[in-house]
């Protein structure tokens, strides 16, 4: 990194416009939630460097280079009358420069860029295991260490780090939450993995990142980052073997009934411990204090989890959460009321929705 | 054999058929052919930009309705399949045709028949690509179609079938077109034009034809690959029975990488050409331009892989194939330096190719940058798959390759049809097309950093995507309009024009030496080559003009004959592979006693063709 030290003296000027860049990046967190710029975790923290080592060489290459063009332009406009310029065929020189300077340059980000690479292949130790499933167009999440799943809604400890074993039972698909790490693809018969530790907690959003068919779009999820004793309650709540959900109001009776005469308990389970087999959509354990529904792309409002209900292939066209019986609105607010009361412990968001 | 044979053979009177219909279906004239790749491409390319705006209006707001999920799917996979397959291919392919016979002294292609065959097949393959458009299946899984979301279970309908197989009746076109050129260009130079001396446009050619050759085999067995799995239930991608879908994205990619050379490296060659000419100085650099250009693409077959860092490849490859990446830096550099070395110290004269050319720089830096950001495997990791990538390869190939393309357009109209295009509407056709295409495309670098991956349908509220969207949208109809100018150039100047030189600008090149446009037989005496930048050094000699060269009668020489038996033959395989088609519907694609009739009728008409065809006098 000497090198760059000599160059960054010619540099004050992009040294600032940097400086400036970044804060405007770090500045838009809050409007840009899934932003890569601003990462609250190890692994992205460690691509964001190398990332800003990228950034840095490129505006200083940009505008040398676009500078020279521009000049010559300017500086060597002719007139069609003009003598003829003198006939200049190439410098053996220059070649050798204009190759060299930029195999340097090349060989100060491939460093950091190597280095980077080896840091992030090994898992640190004690990590938290999750293994992650990806479905036409939801995601599934097992803790095999407390013995529980999830889907769509991620929590994670904070400050420890967690080792994700990512599979898919379909197409491929790809694992990515901006903010703690990059991108890992979920294939099909193959397990990949990647790691992060989340240093910040919070509410973030997640997205599949590789092509898998009509609702690639809406593949998002939630990844809710706790602070170790939010995590640890949220754990215990979820393994009691039996779900301990008081259905008091009567629409939310009538909703339990709703579930399962309109067949939606074929496909879900609110059992994170132990799901009946057969479980083909997404396990609802709860769900009613979930942030987001419809794998993380619908705000946890009565209204949209009525509309969901009612018309998944109005809003999600092509998902596999086809209604065997119809919902009318009635009956939506009572499964609403039903689903609402899912509630396996105090909202576990600490800082608030991101 | 048509230039060879000018020395001994006796007069003989050439084809009368010179117009109408029936002339262009049986023409075998590179320059014709050349226009009809021309037309057909600028076609194909302004459906691909009706797509493009389309997915830009449904981009334009969250949660728009304006497109169903599947419809935008379909237009994401036609826009880069037409983009890269019809539209800028064919473009280049268009000015292989005209341009290198010429440029190198020749009288046409080595092989004119097959010339006219591998156009016949390209047009087939566009329409069959978009004649599923008709049936509301335009293939919708995206233009690199990764397995296993291609299997007939997870993309049932005719769509993926469009697209395989209209893909392969492509690639007959492509590798027919790239032994003819390389051999054209080994063969048929004219005497004196030694390799070193060629213009930098057909050495671009030359390597792209390499590229070609050794690219497209790659891709059509991962074609014939697929097919087998869709339509005789064969397992190669097929996890259940130990198939994998990764084998797909290796195959893909070692032609997918050389494939953006492909498309690029003409470019360089169109810039390499009016670069010097508008700076009334040589090329600064020949060699190292010629050799960068080779290393370019041998390099391109090693980097394949930096398309899928985020498949867990491991340390060890992620390591070299970021290395093996950002070394492409260096002899594209190597490219740039010399094209502004090329301007230093001219007498830059500013006319609408200029701008373009100019433009194309200023654009493809920026897109290199970008490239070596990719190049750095972690940074890549949260760029990959975003629209920070679209942002990045819409600079390299709208940014340098269309761009080019639209230098080249400028600066050979004149040649090819013999009018000069106006130049204040080129030059207002450059600022809009400038202007709307850093809209569109520079915002795209901040949304995919902020988070937004690409091939969504839609995005929701609150990511932040709103704002830079829609300027998007609103830059990319300004873009759009760029090309009505330019459409709207052409008619105007065609009618009201002024008629062009043989030398519009000054050229140093042999295409300049002969009227405009060419007559059928191109030069009437082969041209002697005794350097580079051949008519400069003929003006020269003459002490800085030559005449306009005239008119001649050109009866005396021995030119191929017309020939229908390449469209015959293009026929036949378009028909054998329709049959396929027509199984590819419900229940599932099959071959049965419906459609093994018309793939046999394909079969007759494709052998009938080439057997008639090679009994055929060809003089």
Known sequence: MRLWSVHSGRGLRLGAMVALLSLAALGCADNYPQTTLSPEGDFARMVDDVFMVTVRWAILVFVVVEGALVYAIFRFRGRPDDPEPKQVHGSTVLEIVWTAVPAIILVLIAVPTIRTIFATAETPPNALVVEVVGHQWWWEFHYPEYGITTANQLHVPVGRTVDFRLSSVDVIHSFWVPRFAGKRDVFPGRETRIWFTAEVAGDFPGQCAEFCGIQHGRMGFRILADDPADFDAWVAAMSAATVAVTVEDSLAVAGEQLFATKACLGCHSFNAASPPPGMIGPNLANIGARTYIAAGMLENTDENMARWIRDPQGYKEGSLMVLPIEVSEAEAQALVAYLRAQQVSAPTVAAGVR | ?619
Not at chain 2, 161 to 166: A, E, K, M, R
Not at chain 2, 427 to 451: A, Y
Not at chain 2, 490 to 513: F, H, M, Q
Request: aromatic content about 16%; some cysteine.
């Open chain 2, 1 to 619: 054999m048509a230039t060879s044979a000018v020395e001994h053979a006796p007069p003989q009177i050439t084809s009368d058929a010179k117009t109408g219909l029936w002339s262009w279906l049986t023409t075998v004239d590179h320059k014709r052919i050349g226009i009809m790749y021309g037309v057909s491409a600028f076609v194909f390319f302004m459906i691909g930009g009706l797509e493009a705006l389309l997915l830009r209006i449904q981009l334009g707001s969250p949660d728009s309705t304006f497109l169903s999920p599947d419809a935008y799917n379909q237009l994401f996979t036609m826009h880069g399949t037409t983009m890269i397959f019809l539209g800028v291919m064919p473009l280049s392919a268009m000015f292989f045709n005209y341009l290198i016979p010429l440029q190198i002294g020749a009288r046409d292609v080595v092989f004119p028949r097959l010339n006219a065959f591998s156009f016949w097949v390209f047009l087939i393959g566009g329409l069959v690509l978009n004649a599923s458009f008709i049936f509301g299946a335009a293939p919708n899984a995206g233009w690199f179609g990764y397995a296993n979301l291609t299997s007939v279970q997870y993309s049932p309908g005719p769509n993926t079938d469009f697209w395989v197989i209209g893909l392969q009746i492509l690639g007959i076109a492509s590798l027919a077109a790239a032994v003819n050129f390389f051999v054209t260009i080994i063969n048929m130079r004219a005497p004196g034009m030694r390799l070193l001396r060629m213009p930098m446009f057909c050495w671009m050619s030359m390597i792209t034809q390499i590229l070609l050759l050794l690219a497209f085999p790659v891709i059509t067995v991962a074609l014939v690959f697929l097919m087998v799995d869709r339509y005789f239930g064969a397992t190669f991608f097929e996890v259940a029975a130990n198939g994998d879908p990764m084998l797909w994205q290796h195959l893909f990619w070692i032609f997918g990488h050389p494939e953006v050379y492909i498309l690029i490296l003409p470019p360089f060659g169109i810039v390499s050409e009016i670069l010097p000419v508008f700076s009334r100085k040589p090329l600064f650099g020949y060699a190292a331009m010629v050799f960068s250009g080779a290393f370019i693409a041998v390099l391109g077959f090693g980097v394949w892989s930096h398309h899928m860092f985020a498949t867990g490849m491991g340390p060890i490859a992620d390591a070299s194939f970021g290395v093996l990446t950002m070394l492409i830096a260096i002899p594209t550099g190597v490219k740039i330096f010399n094209w502004i070395g090329t301007i230093w110290g001219g007498s830059i004269q500013m006319k609408t190719p200029m701008y373009f050319s100019l433009g194309f720089i200023a654009m493809f830096i920026i897109g290199g940058l970008s490239g070596i950001m990719h190049a750095a495997v972690p940074a890549d990791l949260q760029q990959t798959d975003t629209y920070f990538i679209v942002a990045h390869f819409h600079y390299v190939l709208f940014g340098g390759a269309v761009f080019a393309i639209m230098a080249g357009t400028y600066y050979w109209t004149p040649k090819m049809f013999g009018f000069m295009l106006s130049e204040r509407i080129g030059k207002f056709q450059f600022w809009l097309m400038f202007i709307g295409f850093n809209l569109t495309f520079f915002p795209m670098h901040f949304l995919g950093l902020h988070g937004m991956p690409r091939r969504v349908y839609t995005y929701p509220e609150g990511l932040g995507f709103e704002f830079w969207n829609q300027v998007e949208t609103a830059g990319s109809f300004v873009l759009g309009a760029s090309f009505l100018v330019l459409i709207w150039n052409i008619v105007v100047s065609k009618r009201s024009g002024v008629p062009a030189p043989a030398d519009p600008w000054n050229g140093a090149t042999l295409e300049w030496s002969i009227p405009s446009p060419p007559q059928e037989f191109n030069f009437p005496e082969v041209p002697e080559v005794e350097s580079r930048d051949a008519l400069w050094a003929m003006k020269r000699a003459k002490g800085g003009t030559l005449p306009e060269p005239p008119r001649v009668d050109g009866s005396h020489i021995h030119l191929p004959n017309p020939s229908v038996k390449p469209l015959i033959t293009a026929i036949g395989i378009g028909v054998f592979f329709t049959g396929f088609l027509l199984g590819a519907v419900w229940p599932m694609p099959s071959v049965t006693t419906i459609n093994l009739p018309i793939i046999l009728l394909g079969l007759a008409i494709t052998a009938y063709g080439i057997f008639s065809w090679a009994f055929e006098p060809a003089e």
